[in-house]
């Protein structure tokens, strides 16, 4: 305790020390946020008044999550929160309206979004930006660059913004936060007083590092405890955090936003699983190919390049993490362009796109892996619910090495 309030203070001190530095030198302070919360709350609310009354049974259940998570951001003071809602049920917007309407009732000054993959990062992004305002979200991790323009004096707002976190929602990766939580460097720890007093969701929680889950509840437990701020943990698969959160933040219980889980489980059921054994590669490229669509995850970048290898060029696409972000992206704008036409789109990939990722495949093949993986991956099958569910397969296969 006694540790994050001296990196408290020395945040306060030295992005003092930076912010007048730069105003003797500008000559001026910065302004102010470029939008209030209140301002951020209608435009929300312009966003989402379309969507009712619902159409169809799916957006029914999508419209109840979010409904919900208004009615607990209003009502609930801040503290620690689990949002567990199943893949596909329109957890990335339900998380914004419980984050500003958390913010609005409680008097916090800000949203922090710590996301870990960048893949899902660029696409809540997009959707934050299309609600919001691109003026209004900072995207900042080390996928994004700035755009200075230091030789005529005209820095670009988001580059300073991104020094401090001094904007109304910020997006950023579970490294990054959890690095500049226990950061020895002014610059790094510049942001962290910016996070007192603020709604962090947690967007896909089960992607906490287990080699430094004490440290990481450690820090969300400081932040809840002694700065007064809301945390939300939000996935379908939610980790058993009990213990340590009762050691870390032992005055806040955890709530869960949306308390009837086994009846939104139950509602959003829109898939079949089925258990294949032992798949060569060969064998698995080949019922790849009896699909028109499908998405096929395996669990190492050298499994899913030997699977790519044998599906036919056209239509097929190979997704991974060593692709630099904007080829990532365009690949998944072409897969999503194909789906919606209905083109051939046969898709191996690593687990990156197995959480988060705003995809619909109408058969998807998993290799074995940890119960909350195949879950996620499921997510990506009849997303939208268009087909029954028992003709909607996610495939559980093992490979040999």
């Known amino acids: 305790s006694l540790m994050f309030f001296t990196r408290m203070l020395f945040s306060c001190l030295t992005d003092a020390d930076f912010l007048d530095t730069e105003a003797f030198m500008d000559g001026s302070p910065r302004p102010e946020h470029p939008a209030p919360l209140d301002d951020l709350w209608e435009r929300l609310q312009r966003h989402i008044s379309g969507w009712f009354p619902p159409q169809g049974e799916l957006n029914s259940r999508r419209c109840a999550v979010l409904e919900q998570c208004i009615r607990m951001g209003k ?71 700035f755009e200075n323009d230091e030789e005529n004096g005209n820095p670009d707002p988001k580059a300073l913004a991104a020094e401090n976190w001094d904007s109304p929602l ?91 889980i086994p009846f939104y489980f139950d509602k959003f059921r829109r898939v079949t699983f089925r258990q294949v054994g032992v798949l060569e590669d060969d064998v698995l490229a080949e019922q790849l190919c009896t699909h028109e669509q499908v998405l096929c995850i395996v669990n190492s970048r050298k499994a899913a390049q030997s699977i790519f290898s044998q599906l036919p060029e056209e239509g097929s696409f190979h997704l991974s993490t060593l692709m630099v972000p904007k080829h990532r992206r365009a690949v998944l704008e072409e897969i999503r362009r194909r789906l919606n036409d209905g083109l051939p789109c046969r898709v191996v990939s690593t687990s990156l796109v197995e959480a988060g990722v705003d995809i619909d495949f109408p058969a998807v093949y998993r290799e074995l892996a940890g119960l909350d993986s195949i879950l996620q991956a499921a997510g990506r099958c009849n997303r939208e619910g268009k087909r029954a569910a028992e003709d909607s397969i996610v495939t559980i296969f093992r490979r040999t090495e």
């Open 75 to 145: 009502t609930q003071p801040p503290g620690l929160f689990t949002l567990t809602v199943p893949t596909g049920g329109g957890k990335t917007v339900a998380s914004l309206a419980f984050a500003l309407a958390q913010a609005r009732a409680r008097g916090l000054r800000r949203i922090i979004y710590v996301i870990p993959y960048t893949s899902i990062i660029e696409q809540n992004a997009d959707v934050f930006r299309g609600i919001l305002g691109d003026e209004n979200v900072l995207e900042h991790h080390s996928g994004v660059q």
């Open 170 to 260: 910020v997006i950023t990766t579970a490294v990054q936060f959890f690095e500049s939580m226990y950061a020895n460097r002014s610059s790094q720890c510049r942001k962290l007083h910016n996070l007192a007093n603020s709604v962090i969701i947690f967007d896909e929680a089960q992607m906490l590092p287990l080699c430094h889950l004490m440290p990481c509840v450690a820090a969300i437990g400081a932040l809840i405890e002694q700065f007064g701020a809301t945390a939300a943990l939000c996935t379908a698969t939610q980790p058993v955090l009990g213990d340590l959160i009762q050691r870390f933040a032992p005055s806040h219980a955890i709530s869960e936003i949306c308390p009837e």
